[in-house]
């Protein structure tokens, strides 16, 4: 797997701890998925190397995603971290590191990371970096501190009840490959009715509808599940071709319903 080719439709592994976790990490490469997303504050990186191993995939056919946690942001702690994820996950780098959130109520300047983020990439640990749950002023104020070094991604919740319009508009603008997560609203999707209309016509579910609507503006999508019946069937979201007019009725669902909102977090968009 070379260059910058993360497969757009991943699959997240948040809760997936322990043998059902890697149970239903291996359903999912079975299925297809070749991206799977966690994080050093997860707990599921053990599972996530398990998984890949048991599967017999060779290494570079699955894109691994990690992200950073704040706690190890402080000057010289990163590097470091993301040797210890990719130990846990039992690889020598991973394809992509995330800082998780900008530092909790600014404590800390980007500065004071972002470059060890690049460090990280240097030394081979991360073959691209990104952010999560940057604002459009954060993620500026990153491409200038690295001045020419690519962010891949910046991982947000978006959904057709939440677009983030304003950041996701500004993130394609920048080059930035957007990522949605909670991209199935935590399930809340299939209580639209336009969704399941849409679903209906489709033979699909509300829940595919969705990721295939992700998926038709550009952005990647981490659906996640503990059960291999919901695993395929979102897999399937790869199939939907959307229409125009389908697409213009989705993008009238936005409710701005942000579900994960930490008091902690930035100041959003």
């Not at 997303?37 to 890949?52: F, H, L």
């Not at 897999?235 to 009725?249: H, K, M, N, T, V």
Request: charged share 25%; aromatic share 6%.
């Amino acid at each position: 797997m070379q260059g910058t080719d993360m497969p757009r439709l991943g699959f997240g592994t948040y809760d997936r701890k322990g043998d059902e976790g890697i149970d239903a990490i291996g359903c999912a490469l079975e299925t297809g998925y070749r991206h799977l997303d966690t994080a050093q504050d997860y707990g599921t990186e053990a599972e996530v190397g398990a998984a890949i191993r048991r599967s017999g995939l060779p290494r570079d056919e699955v894109f691994v995603t990690t992200k950073v946690t704040p706690a190890n942001f402080g000057p010289g702690a990163l590097v470091p971290s993301l040797e210890r994820s990719c130990e846990t996950l039992g690889l020598d780098h991973v394809d992509l590191a995330l800082i998780h959130w900008p530092a909790p109520n600014g404590e800390r300047p980007l500065s004071d990371y972002i470059p060890q983020l690049a460090e990280a990439r240097a030394r081979g640990l991360a073959r691209h970096i990104g952010v999560s749950n940057f604002t459009t002023a954060l993620l500026d104020e990153a491409l200038d501190i690295l001045g020419g070094v690519p962010i891949l991604t910046n991982q947000v919740e978006l959904n057709p009840l939440f677009r983030n319009r304003t950041l996701a508009d500004h993130c394609t603008a920048r080059g930035v490959i957007v990522t949605c997560y909670q991209p199935i609203a935590h399930g809340r999707i299939g209580e639209d009715p336009v969704m399941r209309q849409i679903a209906e016509t489709h033979g699909a579910t509300p829940e595919q509808i969705a990721l295939a609507f992700e998926l038709s503006r550009g952005y990647a999508a981490i659906p996640t599940s503990g059960k291999a019946e919901r695993i395929r069937s979102n897999f399937r979201a790869l199939d939907i071709q959307l229409s125009e007019g389908e697409i213009d009725r989705i993008e009238g669902l936005d409710r701005g319903q942000r579900s994960i909102d930490p008091d902690w977090g930035p100041d959003w968009d």
